[in-house]
């Protein structure tokens, strides 16, 4: 993978990191979604292949954190993005 894919998935994850784990008085749940249902949308189209290999991506990004309950978050990430069939 490329420098470029390696940031974007680790943004990528960032983002979802942040809107998961922020208080709900900050970003309430239904915000979270409408921030990430256009994306999910958008990672559905790409083909099976490309999906793995941004989740496999996101999953090196979780092992890298050192905060666990971040890593948890990334973790789950994948499944979240409905990158996992």
Do not use: F, H, Y
Not at 14 to 20: A, M, P, S, Y
Not at 56 to 67: F, G, R, V, W
């Amino acid at each position: 993978m490329t420098a470029l894919e390696r940031t974007l998935a680790k943004a990528l994850t960032e983002i979802v990191i942040r809107l998961d784990l922020s208080d709900d008085d900050a970003i309430a749940p239904e915000a979270t979604m409408e921030v990430l249902e256009p994306v999910i949308a958008l990672l559905q189209d790409l083909p099976e292949q490309d999906r793995q290999a941004l989740a496999e991506l996101i999953n090196q990004c979780a092992q890298e954190e050192t905060d666990p309950e971040r890593q948890l978050t990334a973790w789950e990430t994948p499944e979240t993005l409905g990158l996992l069939t």
